[in-house]
């Protein structure tokens, strides 16, 4: 996404489109996904751009309760940012591992089960945890047949 249109959909939602929210948003339109404050930290990093964690924590934030960006807390209750999208991802923990999958008929039939069970959630922000409760559970996929 061009500079133009970041500072645009930044105005448009009444945040001054300073140098640290330009950047984020730019970074979070050129990789898609979820990214924690630390990673996007290390990115700009990378890239020349250092910030510091409080002007990025603070960014974020603001960009949050504008509506640009969705906070998403994780399995083990850390809190990554992520562009609004029709999947928001789904954390699945078994076994100690944490896997995240985005699917929007996954994410379709949940909104469909919770509106039967008298919850709207469309157009919500909601976070999704499936936890398979047996500490020795093996998640592992099976081997594929030898035959």
């Known amino acids: 996404m061009e500079e133009h249109q970041l500072v645009q959909q930044l105005r448009s939602v009444g ?26 930290y290390r990115e700009l990093g990378r890239h020349g751009t250092p910030l ?12 949050h309760k504008a509506g640009l960006l969705m906070a998403v807390r994780d ?11 029709d999947a928001p991802p789904i954390s699945i923990v078994c076994g100690g591992k944490v896997v995240t ?7 379709a039939r949940i909104l469909f089960a919770a509106s039967r069970a008298g919850l709207d959630l469309t157009g ?14 093996d998640c592992t996929p099976p081997a594929p047949d030898a035959t």
């Open 101 to 107: 999958v985005s699917s929007p008929e996954i994410h």
């Open 124 to 137: 919500r922000d909601f976070d999704l945890h499936v936890r398979i409760n047996r500490r020795d559970a």
């Open 75 to 85: 399995a083990s209750h850390s809190v990554h940012y992520r562009l609004p999208s």
């Open 15 to 40: 945040l001054r489109p300073t140098v640290a929210r330009l950047l984020l948003l730019k970074t979070l339109h050129e990789s898609p996904g979820s990214h924690y404050v630390e990673t996007l």
């Open 52 to 63: 510091g964690m409080t002007s990025i924590y603070l960014a974020l934030w603001d960009m």
